[in-house]
């Protein structure tokens, strides 16, 4: 399983930002997915999910509203669709996955039900 972050960079606030998250050696429909955020120094925070088959979706709090997670099955490919930049949506982003057959995206979403990891990739949020 080999999971590739992409997309991040420097906007402002109010801003957006599109991560990509491209998967490959594996079956990538059967899997679900999670997006985590961390902080150097923080706990690492569970941003959003999306389940294998009936693209359920879940959200932490604090992007409720903002982020928009999604797949595309065809592309190997899970986006997360940032809306409305907050400085404190700064850090580093990563992309993970499990297969549904073990496991479902779920709230709250947590780091330890996700073996698979991708690198980081970082985000900042300054005017």
């Known amino acids: 399983v080999q999971l590739q972050a992409s997309g991040g960079g420097l906007a402002q606030p109010g801003g957006s930002l599109r991560l990509s998250c491209a998967g490959s050696?594996?079956?990538?429909?059967?899997?679900?997915f999670g997006w985590f955020r961390q902080v150097p120094g923080k706990e690492r925070e569970g941003v959003s999910c999306i389940s294998s088959r009936d693209s359920n979706t879940n959200y932490g709090d604090s992007v409720k509203g903002r982020f928009t997670i999604s797949r595309d099955n065809v592309k190997n490919t899970v986006y997360l669709q940032m809306n409305g930049l907050k400085v404190e949506d700064t850090a580093i982003y990563y992309c993970?996955?499990?297969?549904?057959?073990?496991?479902?995206?779920?709230?709250?979403?947590?780091?330890?039900?996700?073996?698979?990891w991708g690198q980081g990739t970082q985000v900042t949020v300054s005017s």
């Open positions: 050696g594996f079956s990538f429909e059967t899997y679900y």
């Open positions: 993970a996955a499990r297969s549904s057959f073990v496991g479902r995206c779920r709230a709250p979403i947590i780091g330890d039900d996700y073996p698979y």
